[in-house]
């Protein structure tokens, strides 16, 4: 197994970990906390794929995926905050005026999982955005212990992942997700410039 992480650019690979089986469902596509409510409401079924094909074309990508090989077996979602719904999240507490940004959700193709791609996603996607100038990133995880998670209601990542990843608990949110608190975790990368 060859993992590389690389932005995700690739539409048709970022299709493969995030796309719903048939064109016309109504899922994510990890656009939840990356758009306003409104526009969130207004795009349904291939609209929503369409949507993160045009963001597969800017700069920066919407995120990292990782490829066995030349397969997409993964993908973070990072961002500066200031273009998510974190910048206005009453839940998710702000600690200072630091432009960071924002990792959310981390997914792991059936098949790849229980083989450490969540921590290489998370250090890819910390990679990322140092490599376009954050200062830090933040994620919210769930502090769940070490209860079992649904894998659906998983896609923030787990708090211990990014302890391994060198993230620091900095404040507790009042965001609850599948039962566990969700807690605001930092990576400084001020001192890695």
């Given at each position: 197994m060859t993992i590389s992480v690389r932005p995700a650019?690739?539409?048709?690979?970022?299709?493969?970990?995030?796309?719903?089986?048939?064109?016309?469902?109504?899922?994510?596509?990890?656009?939840?906390?990356?758009?306003?409510?409104?526009?969130?409401?207004?795009?349904?079924?291939?609209a929503r794929g369409e949507y993160v094909e045009e963001l597969c074309a800017r700069e920066p990508a919407p995120g990292v995926l990782a490829y066995d090989?030349?397969?997409?077996?993964?993908?973070?979602?990072?961002?500066?905050?200031?273009?998510?719904?974190?910048?206005?999240?009453?839940?998710?507490?702000?600690?200072?005026?630091?432009?960071?940004?924002?990792?959310?959700?981390?997914r792991v193709r059936p098949g790849h999982r229980k083989q450490g791609l969540s921590r290489v996603l998370i250090d890819g996607a910390v990679a990322f955005a140092r490599a376009h100038g954050a200062p830090a990133v933040e994620a919210y995880p769930l502090d769940n212990g070490d209860a079992r998670v649904d894998l659906t209601m998983a896609y923030p990542g787990l708090r211990k992942n990014f302890e391994r990843a060198g993230f620091v608990h900095v404040a507790d949110t009042g965001s609850v997700l599948a039962g566990f608190p969700r807690v605001l975790m930092r990576r400084d990368l001020r001192e890695l410039s």
């Open positions: 650019s690739v539409f048709e690979d970022v299709r493969a970990v995030l796309g719903p089986k048939s064109p016309t469902a109504n899922v994510c596509w990890c656009l939840s906390y990356r758009i306003d409510a409104k526009l969130n409401r207004k795009l349904q079924g291939p090989g030349d397969e997409p077996v993964g993908w973070a979602a990072v961002a500066p905050r200031a273009e998510t719904s974190f910048a206005r999240n009453r839940k998710i507490p702000h600690v200072d005026d630091l432009p960071v940004w924002s990792l959310w959700c981390v």
